[in-house]
């Protein structure tokens, strides 16, 4: 599997990140451990994880950092692995309600190292923004741990482009540690006109890309794979996915099929391979359900498109 540099990091980590968020709960245990054994025997080395993820489930809070945790250490993979987690997430009874105070970034960092077991994260995530904190407020709560070596990276989930912009250059003029990567909703599909994330979460648009472009900061996107929509027939994704059902993605679909079909892989390979050679990509996050889903995400590691077929992909939409 191919890889990729990351500021901060000492050794490069996986193109395709295994995300986890419903490890322990949606996947149970015994099943999540056999798929992360999988992404590790074929090369991976990033997993991606919250402090959130299962908090919307009874008892669910923490269950997919505890079960990392787990595996990490029943596998001895402490110093192969690189785990992301993010924190600063609302609670979700009180979504109004920003968490990104210095007591709140400690507070959920140093659970999530409780249930990760590990005394370090290799990239810690401020899961979402709240733009009435100045930049260098937020910035200035995660250098202490960053100089503390429990964070080695710091990254920005669903943070615009005019605010990564901002963190950046208050970073560099006081010399602190700035973000080294960002994390957004990004495929091969893009959004059909009226639809958006809420929630705070972000999509990719064409500002967002040319910031990427010019800045040089890495994106490792989310729904990398468009929520399964190229690995479904059309009728049904524009009945469930409704957020991609228009006529650009229905061109790309066909494309990716045709594709599929010349490579040998599914068309759902296709899509992330895009991704993978894509000049601001380079990373996606993959959230397979089970190994079936895992081998086929994994297919798309060492998969070169040529040069014309990611343009045919590309001018599609």
Not at 63 to 70: M, P, V
Not at 114 to 134: C, G, T
């Amino acid at each position: 599997m191919r890889l990729r540099p990351l500021p901060g990091l000492a050794t490069s980590c996986s193109g395709i990140v295994l995300g986890t968020g419903g490890f322990g709960t949606a996947v149970p245990r015994e099943q999540a451990f056999a798929m992360l054994d999988a992404f590790a025997a074929a090369g991976g080395t990033l997993l991606d994880t919250a402090h959130i993820y299962a908090a919307w489930l009874p008892g669910g809070g923490g269950l997919s950092e505890r079960c990392l945790g787990a595996w990490l250490a029943a596998r001895g993979m402490s110093g192969r692995m690189q785990v992301g987690t993010k924190g600063g997430h609302p609670h979700l009874a009180s979504m109004q309600v920003s968490r990104l105070r210095p007591a709140d970034i400690a507070s959920d960092l140093g659970e999530s190292l409780e249930r990760l077991a590990q005394p370090r994260v290799a990239l810690y995530w401020l899961h979402r923004d709240d733009e009435a904190i100045p930049v260098d407020e937020i910035l200035d709560a995660l250098q202490p741990h960053l100089r503390a070596g429990t964070i080695s990276a710091i990254g920005a989930s669903n943070w615009s482009w005019r605010r990564l912009q901002t963190a950046q250059a208050c970073a560099a003029a006081r010399g602190w540690t700035g973000f080294a990567a960002s994390q957004i909703c990004w495929s091969l599909a893009d959004f059909a006109p009226g639809h958006r994330f809420g929630g705070g979460m972000i999509g990719m648009d064409a500002e967002t890309l040319a910031f990427h472009a010019a800045s040089g900061l890495a994106q490792i996107p989310y729904s990398a794979q468009a929520n399964g929509f190229f690995a479904k027939p059309l009728a049904l994704t524009r009945e469930r996915l409704k957020q991609y059902a228009h006529p650009a993605n229905e061109a790309r679909w066909h494309a990716a099929q045709r594709l599929a079909a010349t490579h040998g892989v599914s068309a759902n390979a296709i899509a992330l391979a895009w991704l993978l050679q894509h000049p601001q990509g380079g990373f996606g996050i993959i959230g397979p359900k089970d190994l079936g889903q895992l081998e086929d995400s994994l297919s798309a590691a060492d998969l070169v498109l040529s040069a014309a077929e990611w343009a045919e992909l590309t001018a599609r939409g």
